[in-house]
C-alpha cells in the first residue's frame, strides 16, 4: 500500500464514513492473562467512546510506509490450510461472529506478543464500499463496484495514571486522585489484506509498529508466517554507511561522502510528491555512487560489498538513509551541525601541516548565542 492508499482508509474513521461493522477486544495483564473480553456492534458504543476508538484506529496506519508501515507478503504455505494468511482470511470471512476463531486470535497474539505489560488488543472489522474515480481524481460515490473488506487489529499498552491531586467537581476540593488504568496509543497493529492499487490483496498485509527501530521479527514470523522481513529504518541506515565505508575504503573523504548526501536528497525532492516511497535496490545503489563521483576502481567490488553488508534481495527506502534534515560532521572533540542545504559551505583543507575543516561563514556568527564581529584577523 502507498500512502495515498492508506490516507483513503484513514479517512473512513470518522462518524458520517464509518463502516464498521463488529469491534472485539480483548485485555491481557503482563503475566499473559486474559482479564477482560469485549464483542458488539460499533454503532452501538456511546458516542464519546466510537470517537476515542477513531483516534487509535487512525494511529494505527500512521507514520511513514517504509519505516512505520511496512508491506508483508506471505508465503505461498502460509495460503494452504492451516497456514497464517488463510487464518485471517477465515477471521475476515466471519465477519468476527465466531467466538472459536476470535478466541484462537487472541491465543494466538498473547503466546506471540513480547510485551511484558498490560495491553489491550482491539480487533475491527469493515467492510468499505470503494467509490470510483474520475480522471481528475474526484470520488464517485454512486459508481462503486467493489468492497474492501478488511480486519483492522491494534496493540494499545494499558497504563496505570500517575497519583496525584485532582479537582472533584461534586465535592468542590481539591482531593488525592483515583489512579486509573489506561488505554494508550497503539505500538502495534496490523491490517488485513491491502488495499494495493484500491482493490483487495489478500496476498499482503500492512504492518504498524510505533517504534521504527523494534519491529519484533519473531512475532511477525510467527503470527503471520513471515520470513522476509524487511530491515528496520535505523539498520538500513546503519547498513547504508557500511556500505559506502567499505565501497571507498581510503577514500572515503568528506567531498565524496557529501556528494552521496547531496544527490540522495536531490532525489528524494524529486520524488516527493509520488505516493510510492523511492526504493534503491542494488544497481540502483551503484548508480547513485557512479552520479557522486566514487571513483571507477572502487566500484569493482561494489557487488560483493552489497551482497555481504545487505543481502542481495535487500533494498534501501531513501527515506530511511537520508538525512534530509541534518547534516553532522563529528570528531572526537567537536561535533558540527549544517543545515544539510548548506552543506558546500564546509570543505576540508591543509593548513600549517594539519587536516582542517574550514566553515565559510558570512558577517553573523554567534558563539553561545552573543553575536561577535569578524574581524579582519580572523578573516585571514
Known amino acids: 500500500m502507498n500512502k495515498k492508499e492508506v490516507s483513503e482508509i484513514r479517512k473512513q474513521y470518522v462518524p458520517e464514513r464509518c463502516t464498521i461493522s463488529r469491534i472485539c477486544g480483548c485485555y491481557v495483564d503482563a503475566e499473559k492473562n486474559i482479564k477482560t473480553t469485549l464483542k458488539e456492534a460499533f454503532l452501538s458504543l456511546p458516542e464519546e467512546d466510537a470517537f476515542k476508538y477513531f483516534t487509535i484506529f487512525k494511529k494505527t496506519l500512521s507514520g511513514t510506509i517504509g519505516r512505520n508501515l511496512l508491506n508483508l507478503d506471505f508465503p505461498l504455505e502460509e495460503e494452504k490450510e492451516g497456514g497464517c494468511q488463510e487464518f485471517l482470511l477465515q477471521l475476515r470471512n466471519s465477519k468476527l461472529k465466531d467466538d472459536q476463531l476470535i478466541q484462537q486470535f487472541y491465543e494466538k497474539i498473547i503466546e506471540t506478543f513480547d510485551f511484558g505489560e498490560n495491553y489491550y488488543i482491539i480487533l475491527i472489522h469493515v467492510g468499505y464500499d470503494v467509490p470510483g474515480k474520475a480522471s481528475d481524481g474526484t470520488e464517485m460515490f454512486d459508481a462503486s463496484d467493489t468492497v474492501f473488506e478488511y480486519i483492522l487489529c491494534s496493540i494499545c499498552p494499558v497504563h496505570l495514571s500517575k497519583a496525584g491531586l485532582g479537582y472533584n467537581e461534586e465535592k468542590n476540593c481539591i482531593e488525592n486522585r483515583t489512579q486509573d488504568w489506561i488505554v494508550d496509543q497503539p505500538v502495534k497493529g496490523f491490517l488485513f489484506p491491502c488495499f494495493n492499487d484500491r482493490f483487495t490483496d489478500i496476498h499482503s498485509l500492512l504492518y504498524y509498529t510505533k517504534n521504527a527501530a523494534d519491529l519484533q521479527e519473531p512475532f511477525i514470523q510467527q503470527m503471520f508466517g513471515c520470513q522476509r522481513i524487511p ?141 561577535i564581529v569578524v574581524g579582519k584577523d580572523e578573516e585571514a
Open 231 to 371: 530491515l528496520a529504518a535505523d539498520t538500513q541506515k546503519e547498513t547504508f554507511n557500511s556500505l559506502i565505508s567499505d565501497t571507498l575504503g581510503a577514500e572515503c573523504d568528506y567531498s565524496v561522502v557529501k556528494n552521496i548526501h547531496e544527490t540522495l536528497n536531490e532525489k528524494l525532492e524529486e520524488y516527493k510528491d509520488s505516493p510510492e516511497p523511492l526504493e534503491l535496490g542494488k544497481q540502483e545503489v551503484r548508480r547513485l555512487f557512479e552520479e557522486s563521483g566514487v571513483p571507477d576502481e572502487r566500484l569493482e567490488n561494489f557487488e560483493q560489498c552489497y551482497d555481504e553488508r545487505a543481502g542481495e534481495r535487500t533494498s534501501f527506502l531513501a527515506s530511511n538513509i537520508a538525512s534530509t534534515k541534518n547534516f553532522n560532521i563529528e570528531t572526537p572533540e567537536v561535533t558540527v551541525k549544517v543545515n544539510p542545504e548548506a552543506a558546500s559551505l564546509v570543505e576540508t583543507r591543509m593548513i600549517d601541516g594539519c587536516q582542517c575543516l574550514v566553515i565559510a561563514i558570512n558577517e553573523h556568527v554567534e558563539v553561545n548565542g552573543i553575536s
